[in-house]
């Protein structure tokens, strides 16, 4: 086998269903096959899986202990294949997908290989979908493969031995945020594995939190819950040092008054009855003045709030201080190129 497909999913049959549609259009000649992983779902997952007709081996596996991570590897433990793709439930590939993650893999031996995601165009009519766009690069599909440490299993493809030389993901993670990161850290430490952007492979994202600022905060507030595992896992090669000096609790020995300040905001919008307040804010300026220098403030603010939200819930979780001293803490450039809210 060539190239193992494996996809995690959770509760999302409508999704799932739509991704193995576009997946069972590919033009590949190379052998293939796809692990479906179903994480505890309550829906008719097993269902959608059973039933579709497909053009190669398509299987089904069942992960009980919760997380991406945690179903990506048994995923890859099924898998048969020379490489391993990963690639979300929510992901709508072109037919030429695989063969173009083959190609890239081809060209740069012992490279991680990268794709481009971006929004559904109805999503991105939207004053909101307009301003999610604005908050990640797209480059030129016509643009050389080049280094990059952006990485993302939406649309990820290595050499399965790699991946089974670094034992997989870090289960501790338990949502589908940083287990990414933290994997190439690793790899850049124990292999200095190389990753590689390939602009011309891009897919759609179907994303359920692509269309609101209600469902951007919340997805913004689940994911960073894994933020201080992360974090306590490498201490100062933690890299992003900068999301823990601005979402720590407030430590009156060490952050400045303005900083202070700046948390004390952070927390009133991102309470309840803060985010409430927000959502109907930018819902009402959606609605009669769509202007992006208010709008989208508004929209920051929403997410800035969530983004502390979590984090404190992610220190909680952890059992940790209420206090965390960022005085050793330095400020470093947002992680993977990405605009930080």
Known sequence: M???????????????????????????AASWEV??????????????VKSRSFPVPLRLVHETKPGAAAARNAGAREATGQYLLFMDNDILAKPNYLESHLKALSNHPQCWIVGQVVNLPEQEKTPFGRFRKSLFPF??????????????TQCLSLPRPEFEALAGFDESFFVASGE?????????????TRLILDPSIIVLHNDW??????????????YTQTEPLFWHKYGDAYPRQELVKQNSPPNWNSDSFVL???KKLKQLVGSSVGQLALFAACAAFERTWPWPPVLWRLYRYAAAGAIYRGFQEGLASRGSSSTVDTRGVKSVASYAGQKQI
Do not use: Y
């Open 260 to 262: 202070i300040l700046r």
């Open 180 to 192: 990414d990161r933290e994997l190439l850290m690793r790899a850049n430490a124990a292999r200095g």
């Open 139 to 152: 480059f030129p599909p016509e643009q050389p493969p080049f280094e990059t440490d952006a990485i993302t």
């Open 209 to 222: 939190a692509g269309t609101t600022i209600e469902d951007f905060c919340r997805r913004n507030r689940l």
């Open 35 to 48: 692990v479906v992983v179903n994480n505890r779902s309550t829906d008719n997952t097993d269902d959608i």
């Open 2 to 28: 060539k190239l193992s497909v494996v996809i995690p999913t959770h509760n999302r049959a409508d999704a799932l269903d739509l991704t193995l549609s576009h997946l069972s259009k590919q033009q590949l």
